[in-house]
């Protein structure tokens, strides 16, 4: 059984360029949440999606942006990037509402912007 | 929203001794608490989670206990081993919401001495 998995695997890209992230779920899990992991801390909580809406956000600036696709696969979008934006994206999927069901992490893109 | 602190940040034991790191929670609403195991470059992975209708899991050698009058929760290795050595997260969320978003602490990275 695959795990969550992202693409790409690292990143880097100049101020003011825009990224785009990508995740593909665990096979038959309809939920998607984005966390950002900046060096030495824990994940934030960026957005999460489930059946192609968006269920929440974080405490993130408009210039982040996500959607889900019908086959639940996820991206998350990060527009005129700055220095801060550079850390380990984490995508973590669940079955159902990630509130009602545990949530599987896939090993991250790192973005690191220059 | 919800504050999840940590500690220690750092830890170093010896091989066969126990490990012990705690947590606090500021929200009262939080009712469901897992423990993230991440190792160097890889995903945050779920080791053991506890609700809040139990005072204390245990799954082999890592155990968790929950005080929910003062809200604090604390994870339990014993017998450690190399392998233990990783950066352990704790978690908070409320279980059955329909967000589940999970406030993490800062993380303790776990050194095993051999």
């Known amino acids: 059984d695959a795990g969550v998995t992202q693409s790409p695997t690292h990143l880097i890209k100049t101020r003011g360029q825009q990224v785009t992230l990508r995740c593909s779920p665990i096979?038959?899990?309809?939920?998607v949440s984005w966390y950002q992991q900046v060096l030495g801390q824990g994940p934030q909580f960026i957005f999460q999606?489930?059946?192609?809406?968006?269920?929440g956000r974080g405490n993130f600036p408009d210039r982040f942006s996500a959607r889900q696709f019908p086959n639940y696969s996820s991206e998350l979008n990060v527009n005129a990037l700055l220095l801060g934006d550079s850390a380990l994206y984490l995508c973590?999927?669940?079955?159902?509402?990630?509130?009602?069901?545990?949530?599987?992490f896939g090993p991250g893109t790192r973005l690191l912007v220059l | 929203g919800e504050n999840v602190e940590q500690h220690p940040s750092t830890l170093s034991v010896q091989e066969g001794d126990s490990a012990v790191i705690k947590c606090t929670y500021s929200?009262?609403?939080?009712?469901?608490f897992p423990w993230y195991k991440q190792e160097l470059g890889k995903r945050p992975q779920l080791i053991i989670d506890?609700?809040?209708?139990?005072g204390e899991k245990k799954d082999q050698r890592i155990a968790v206990t929950l005080n929910k009058t003062a809200k604090h929760f604390s994870l339990h290795i014993t017998e450690t081993q190399p392998e233990d050595s990783a950066v352990y997260f704790c978690?908070?969320?409320?279980?059955?919401?329909?967000?589940?978003?999970?406030?993490f602490g800062r993380g303790t990275q776990l050194t095993v001495w051999p």
């Open positions: 506890i609700r809040s209708n139990v």
């Open positions: 096979s038959g899990h309809k939920s």
């Open positions: 999606y489930y059946e192609k809406e968006e269920r």
């Open positions: 973590a999927s669940s079955p159902g509402l990630a509130g009602q069901e545990t949530q599987y």
């Open positions: 978690a908070a969320s409320i279980w059955g919401s329909t967000l589940g978003r999970l406030y």
């Open positions: 929200d009262s609403a939080s009712n469901y």
